[in-house]
């Protein structure tokens, strides 16, 4: 079974001419997956694609995350079309920028102050700086296979496009900068406490994806995020977490204030805000949903922390897009749509059923599969191990993933090129369209 993608080929030839790998970003290319012509999208509705050939997709890369209501969602559309109607950037402050950093605050309470920049790299990229201005220290722990954007200091055991591409670690990233990363295996606490009892002095922030999402989707093991805050505040670090993916993806907030966030035991009785204050970052980055489609990024924290980027501090962030109106106006209108009720609860229900037909179905056929579901995402690695780390994702099968990726993709699914990215459910996805994708599945498992 296969379906015609000539289009897409002969643009890809083109594209290849002018655009370095015919992709704007590495991730989009189908090196890890047999190489050849990605799929050019040619419109998005809902939970769909067309590509330029006409074929229709049922759409599970979600753009990377950011598209949870599903695509041209009309209340955020109406919200674009009206921001480009009052013009598009003015470079002053604008009310807008308020109403969305109230919103962001009241869903996030570790957020004294926010700082709008234009994609979830800058955000990162300065919360690191701001975590180094005020500790006065240069080194910054990470966990490998996380994965924060591309700038030099976190392009070090990224997971991801890096990974998936076989290049963990960039060229180009002096070796002076590399030595200021320390790297760490995710949910190991020994290794962590080894770190930081050897760097210690010297350790501005240890930075996390509190829920992985880019080696698959992986939850820290109960305990992992107290001892992490614990473990850096007993050294004078600050902790950052990268909730680019994980800020209004499982709930109406972010990892750090979501239910679902697997605790060490707390004392019976404990308030909700009790529970959660033993894992609050001093830092945390955003981008992806909040941006509702459109590029987005900020970063926020503890005001003490926050009060040293300039204008009010020595820490230099600026940014000629930042805050620009569409952005700002289409994040609000995204969260508008997240903050109904039942939203996150549909989105969870529809990615427990999909979720569970595979797994279901790849043990029908005996295919190894480990299926690690959070909320409405979820990613599937092809091995029999849980995947708890990076080293349990990377020996997770990536030919087989790749067979499975192209046998789907010939079937009107469209799932991100990599073994190591989630599906992402939205709003617009339907029981029917669960239901289509797992048949997919099934007659895609039974061949590999
Ligand atoms: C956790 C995380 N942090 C940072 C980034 C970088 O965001 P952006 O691609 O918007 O620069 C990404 C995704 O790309 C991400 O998944
Ligand atoms: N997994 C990455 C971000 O979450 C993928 C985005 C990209 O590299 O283009």
Not at 116 to 138: D, L
Not at 168 to 179: E, Y
Not at 216 to 235: D, N, Q, T, Y
Not at 411 to 423: D, H, N, T
Request: charged share 20%; with cysteine; proline share 5%.
């Amino acid at each position: 079974m296969s379906i015609s993608r000539s289009r897409s080929e002969q643009l890809y030839k083109e594209a290849l001419e002018h655009i370095v790998g015919g992709v704007n970003s590495p991730s989009r290319s189908f090196k890890a997956v047999g190489g050849g012509a990605p799929v050019f999208m040619k419109r998005a509705q809902g939970a769909y694609f067309w590509d330029e050939d006409g074929n229709k997709y049922i759409d599970y890369l979600a753009a990377y995350g950011p598209i949870i209501t599903g695509h041209a969602h009309p209340h955020v559309t109406q919200a674009i079309v009206e921001a480009a109607q009052d013009g598009t950037l003015y470079g002053t402050p604008t009310e807008h920028e308020i109403v969305f950093a109230r919103m962001l605050k009241e869903a996030i309470p570790s957020l004294d102050k926010v700082r709008f920049v234009n994609s979830g790299t800058e955000a990162v990229m300065t919360t690191i700086r701001v975590a180094r201005a005020y500790t006065g220290r240069s080194k910054i722990v990470k966990f490998a296979g996380c994965y924060h954007g591309h700038s030099d200091l976190v392009l070090v055991a990224a997971g991801s496009g890096p990974s998936t591409l076989g290049v963990p670690d960039s060229a180009g990233v002096p070796g002076s900068i590399a030595q200021e990363v320390i790297t760490v295996p995710f949910n190991d606490i020994p290794a962590l406490e080894e770190a930081l009892d050897r760097w210690g002095g010297d350790v501005a922030a240890v930075m996390v994806e509190p829920i992985v999402g880019n080696f698959g989707m992986v939850l820290p093991k109960p305990g992992f995020l107290e001892a992490l805050c614990r473990l850096a505040r007993g050294i004078g670090a600050l902790v950052i977490y990268d909730e680019v993916i994980t800020a209004f993806r499982f709930h109406y907030g972010s990892a750090q204030t979501y239910a679902g966030l697997p605790l060490a035991a707390v004392e019976p009785g404990a308030t909700t805000s009790a529970r959660f204050a033993a894992v609050e970052p001093d830092l945390t980055a955003l981008g992806k949903i909040i941006g509702g489609g459109l590029p987005i990024g900020a970063y926020g924290g503890r005001r003490e922390i926050m009060e040293q980027v300039a204008p009010l501090g020595p820490a230099y962030q600026a940014g000629t897009m930042a805050g620009n109106p569409a952005s700002i106006r289409a994040g609000i209108a995204c969260l508008q749509v997240l903050r109904q009720e039942g939203v996150y609860a549909g989105l969870e229900r529809l990615a427990a059923r999909l979720a569970d037909g595979l797994a279901a179905s790849a043990a029908r056929h005996g295919v190894p599969l480990t299926v690690n579901r959070i909320g409405g995402a979820f990613s599937t690695h092809f091995c029999s191990h849980p995947v708890t780390n990076y080293d349990e994702a990377q020996a997770a099968d990536g030919e087989v993933f790749a067979k499975f990726f192209r046998l789907m993709l010939d079937r009107g699914i469209c799932l991100a090129p990599s073994k190591y990215e989630a599906w992402f459910l939205t709003l617009a996805h339907t029981d029917d369209d669960v239901s289509e994708t797992l048949e997919a599945a099934d007659q895609a498992l039974r061949s590999l």
